[in-house]
Every structure is written in C-alpha cells, then in structure tokens.
C-alpha cells in the first residue's frame, strides 16, 4: 500500500491525471515521500507512454490506411505527441527550453541558472523545442511507416508502387501494423525517465534548494528508489523483446542512454550540478535517441 500511495504521488507530481480530493488526502505527502516516489518516474513513463500508444492505435484504426494515404503516419503520430503532451503538461518539454535558453544565453553557470528561472522563453529555447517536438513527430511517423512496410514482408520499394500500396493498406487495417510504433512509444517513455533518476544520484544539485520546485531531490535519490527506477526499466525492456522479439531493442536503450547521458555530461561541466529542467531535457533527448536508434535499426 506505501508503495502504491509512492506511485500515485509520482503520478500527482510528474502528470496532469487528476489524484484529488479523498484520494489525495489517502496518498498524503511529505518530502521524503517525494524523495521516494521519484524512483516510480519509469513507471509514470509507462502510463504515459499507454495513453499516447492509445492516441495513435486510434488514429490509426479511425483514419484512412497508411498504405492508402501515407500521411495518415504524420497525423497518428502528431496526436500521440500531442497526448503525451496533454497528460504530462509539457513538464519535460518545458525543462528542455529553459535548459536550452540558460546554457545557450549564460556564460557562466550562475546567470545560466539565473536565465532557467525566467518563465519568458528565449531564442535558444524556442529552437530546442521546435527541433525536439518536430523531430519527434517525424521519428513516429517514420516507424509508423516502417511498421507497415515489416508486416508486409517487403522491401520499401520506389515511391508509386502500386502493389506496395495495397499490401500496406491491407497491413496497417491489422494490429501487427501498431505493434511496433505503440511498443516504441511504451519504451521510449519508460527508457527515457531513468537516466534522470540516476543523474539526480550522481550529481549534487546546482540551483538553490530554498527555490527550488525539485525540492524532493535536493539532497539525493535513495538506493531503493534507484533500484526501483532500474529494476522497473530492466522489466519493461524485456518486455519489450517478448512482444517484439525480432526488434533489437538493446541498442534503442543504449541510445537513450547516451543522448542523457550528453546532457547529464553538459550539466555538470556547465552548471556543476542537475537541476529540475536539466532532468526533464535529459528524458526528452533520451527519448529522441531511442526513437532514432530504433529506426536506424530498422
């Protein structure tokens, strides 16, 4: 039941899903609960990495076939990134932008941070996010595509080929067609919220504690809530190989793994210390490098 009220916490904090009124009060709160909720973060990515799976499974079955309209791809995986969105708030995007406008506008790691804690959006940030979410949205559409093109058991032919078209049209009406983008989207949320976990555990924290909305990771991530968070990963990437095995899914992870691993890298050489936003850019650029690594593998 404690491990239950953690979760929910963690829902409560990292998500916009309503855990209010009586359920709230159940669940309670005090720092060192926070403190170790965070080790539930992967298990988060795993409820929103479901919605947005949700978003594009029905996208899919409610819109033309991929194989018939190949912008169908487009439009499916611009609604799961929306509802990805719409269920986490653009927490992590938002820590993207501000740890692209402070690094990008602070020469030295105190007007970086100084420039993070402005809610207004600069240059640098505007940039990151376009990229990012544009980025995004094309990695989905492509393995949307790719998804379609496996099933059939064809090589992706010259654009106009008209047998292609009709044997895709006929895969992307079936679940084997999903299988692969909506697996994706369930790993890439899951994958990508560990790193930060284990950054917070190996870096101090740069900002000021007093200020800080973080606050619950501060003074460090427990053992339990580390081996939670990287037990709870491992589960889910063999899961992964279950349900698709002839994808390789080692090397995604490993993609995420060291797209984070840059930013937790560039956070210590430039601020000396993690911050709140710096742990949402390094889920955001993990989750980019599972996605392309993925379709690299493909």
Do not use: N
Not at 127 to 146: D, H, I, N, P, S
Not at 158 to 163: L, S, Y
């Amino acid at each position: 039941m404690q491990a239950l009220r953690h979760w929910l916490l963690a829902v409560q904090y990292f998500t916009r899903l309503p855990v209010t009124g009586a359920l709230a009060q159940w669940v309670g709160y005090t720092p060192a609960m926070l403190s170790r909720a965070f080790g539930h973060l992967p298990l988060v990515g795993a409820l929103v990495g479901l919605l947005s799976a949700l978003a594009l499974a029905l996208a899919l079955a409610l819109l033309p076939a991929v194989g018939a309209v190949p912008a169908v791809a487009w439009v499916a995986a611009s609604l799961a990134v929306l509802g990805g969105l719409l269920v986490t708030g653009a927490l992590h995007e938002d820590g993207l932008a501000d740890l692209a406008d402070g690094l990008g506008g602070g020469a030295s790691a105190e007007r970086a941070l100084e420039i993070m804690k402005d809610s207004r959006i600069g240059a640098f940030g505007a940039m990151a996010l376009v990229v990012a979410l544009g980025l995004k949205v094309a990695l989905l559409a492509a393995l949307v595509q790719a998804a379609a093109v496996r099933a059939t058991g064809q090589a992706l032919p010259a654009v106009g080929a008209g047998e292609w078209l009709a044997a895709a049209a006929s895969c992307a009406s079936s679940a084997s067609g999903w299988l692969l983008p909506c697996a994706a989207l369930v790993g890439g949320h899951v994958l990508s919220r560990l790193p930060p976990v284990w950054i917070a555990a190996w870096l101090p924290y740069a900002g000021v504690v007093a200020a800080s909305k973080s606050q619950s990771v501060t003074q460090g991530v427990t053992w339990p809530a580390l081996a939670l968070a990287t037990g709870v990963t491992c589960g889910v990437l063999l899961a992964l190989c279950w349900v698709a095995p002839g994808v390789p899914w080692w090397w995604p992870a490993l993609g995420c793994a060291v797209g984070a691993a840059w930013v937790g890298w560039r956070l210590k050489v430039r601020l000396r210390g993690f911050t709140g936003d710096g742990l949402g850019a390094a889920q955001q650029v993990g989750e980019l490098g599972f996605y392309l690594t993925l379709l690299a593998c493909l």
